[in-house]
């Protein structure tokens, strides 16, 4: 006779090419003993699967009250941003507008501190958050195709804020999609993790959509043909 050596991805290969072979063999299925996974005992087939589907089930509730978490999160987040639309909607004076725009996210969000520079709006005037600002400042407005957050505190803007943050989120303000920039918003925190670099944008891409449509009002109506 010759002998014959088998790898375990033999054996393995077997089973899955003969399910039905602990059918034929339920003697050997049910005495069959494998190592628990976290001691030196071993236990059953049975009770190792069972503990295996405990162990995926806790995964799966995890998972499952995480996406509760962030569900529930993104509705709260949702809600103040309306709050702040209506806001700005309700406001008759455009020259209030910007201050609506960052007195109300800063009210909506709690947050610790918040700038706004407005550039190239004739009706807005140069001083307060129509102060010049630099044009290598501007050309990094109009850089951003996404809002920035992290924790580099080494940037221009944040020369605006009452005090420099731990972490910040840079957000430009575009009167067209895919136009020049006419103002950048920045919004920091004395929390770290508030703005982290693997944070998602959507909102903040949503909040610079609705501020950038309000400043509409800061340009005067075209002449009518």
Known sequence: MTDTAFTAHDIAA???????????????????????????????LGERQIMTLRERNRELEWR??????????????????????????SESEPQRVPGEIALGLA????????????????????NGYGEPVSAD???????????????????????WLDAKPKSLALVPLR???????VGLLVLGSDDAERFSPDMG????????????AALHRLEPAAPKA
């Not at 399910?19 to 059953?44: K, M, N």
């Not at 944008?201 to 950038?212: K, V």
């Open 64 to 89: 499952m009250n995480e996406l509760v978490r962030n569900a529930s999160a993104s509705e709260s987040i949702g809600a103040h941003i309306a709050k702040w639309c209506c806001r700005l909607l």
């Open 14 to 44: 077997f089973l899955q090419e003969h399910p039905g072979f602990f059918d034929e063999h339920a003697e050997v299925f049910a005495t069959l003993q494998v190592p628990h996974p976290h001691g030196s005992r071993a236990i059953s």
């Open 107 to 126: 009210e909506q969000f709690d947050l610790n501190h918040v700038a706004l520079r407005l550039w190239n709006l004739s009706g807005q005037p140069d």
């Open 201 to 212: 944008t959507t909102f903040l891409e949503s909040i610079g959509q609705l501020a950038s």
């Open 175 to 181: 009167l067209e999609a895919d136009g020049p920039s």
């Open 137 to 159: 400042l501007r050309a990094f407005a109009d850089s951003l195709k996404a809002p920035y957050c992290g924790t580099d505190t080494g940037f221009e803007a944040v020369a």
